[in-house]
């Protein structure tokens, strides 16, 4: 059983982040890797995050360097290499003040403010796989809150079916934006309500400890494990309870390579490539692909009834 569920969390396991740093180090002793990842994390420097619950609906697998997932990136906004988002990212996004326009299909709307939300929340640690549609992959620590709780506070109507995220709009902050004529910007994404209710979608306002680097998608990402790496928007201004289908970047751009859905699926292979096996960064062989990137046992019921083969 890899995923724990939220009943096996003791409070003495909400720690502190002195101890959760003095664990995370001592545990060290037994990996470079780790010792590696928590110093240039920033060592026991007080994080802007505070208080971090120790991981629920975590894996227990190899964590991909702290230097692979934060210079290994897509964020078109920034060009379409992997190098260019950590290059530039960090000197042009202004993540802070930022807030998270929530309308729609709901009872109340709102603006949060993304340090209000972390002020007023238990942050928790998730270990999650993520699987690009390029067929790489990472494990990487996220930190952050399920996205669930979140949106039930502003009480979606019934005619609430999807939700609709928006990355940031602004030419100033994200150059690659200026080329509107292939990418129909800003970034959008959508899921369906009950996808977006599920306990493992998850905002993540953190990674390895501290807080989000501009480069994956600072101040405030979604983290959707069971699909492909593109659902997970970066950036993230505002949030749309919604009707029909929202419309998503990747989708528009190219229907029959980039579903709606696009559950990570080894059967569905991409029109270009196969979808069969990863690269998992880091790892020198090819590695089988998982149904549900490896969450099927918690996911699948939300697809009963579809062919997968058909809804990619
Ligand atoms: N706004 C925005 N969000 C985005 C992307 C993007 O280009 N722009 N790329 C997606 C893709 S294809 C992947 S694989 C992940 C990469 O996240 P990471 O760089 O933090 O690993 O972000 C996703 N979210
Ligand atoms: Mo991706």
């Not at 975590?58 to 260019?84: A, P, R």
């Not at 603006?111 to 972390?118: C, E, G, N, Y």
């Not at 309870?241 to 998503?248: C, G």
């Amino acid at each position: 059983m890899l995923i724990r569920h939220q009943s096996d969390l003791r409070p003495s396991e909400i720690t502190s982040r002195q101890s959760y740093l003095s664990r995370r180090q001592w545990m060290a002793g037994a990996g470079a890797a780790f010792l590696t990842a928590v110093t240039a994390g920033g060592g026991a420097k007080a994080s802007a995050l505070g208080t971090i619950a120790k991981t629920a609906y975590t894996i227990d697998e190899k964590q991909t360097s702290l230097e692979d997932v934060t210079h290994y990136n897509n964020f078109y906004e920034y060009g379409t290499d992997k190098e260019q988002p950590a290059k530039l990212a960090p000197g042009l996004l202004k993540p802070r003040p930022w807030t998270v326009r929530i309308s729609g299909e709901c009872k109340t709307t709102a603006s949060v403010d993304v340090d209000d939300l972390i002020r007023t929340s238990t942050l928790e640690e998730r270990v999650y796989r993520h699987r690009c549609v390029e067929a790489w992959s990472m494990v990487i620590p996220w930190v952050g809150v399920p996205l669930a709780p979140l949106l039930q506070r502003f009480e979606p109507t019934s005619k609430a079916k999807f939700v609709a995220f928006e990355t940031l709009s602004d030419v100033a902050q994200m150059p690659g934006e200026r080329s509107s004529l292939i990418y129909p910007w800003p970034y959008r994404e959508g899921l369906r309500i009950d996808e977006a209710m599920h306990p493992l979608a998850f905002l993540a306002v953190g990674l390895y400890g501290e807080a989000l680097p501009a480069q994956n998608g600072a101040p405030i990402r979604l983290v959707v494990p069971w699909k492909y790496g593109f659902k997970s928007i970066k950036s993230i201004v505002a949030i749309r309870f919604v009707e029909q289908v929202p419309p998503t970047l990747w989708n528009a751009l190219a229907p029959e390579e980039y579903g709606f859905y696009s559950n990570v699926n080894p059967t569905v292979d991409h029109p270009r490539w196969s979808q069969a096996k990863e690269r998992r960064i880091g790892e020198f062989l090819r590695r089988p692909t998982l149904m549900f990137n490896g969450y099927g046992e918690q996911v699948a019921g939300l697809y009963a009834g579809m062919d997968l083969k058909k809804f990619f």
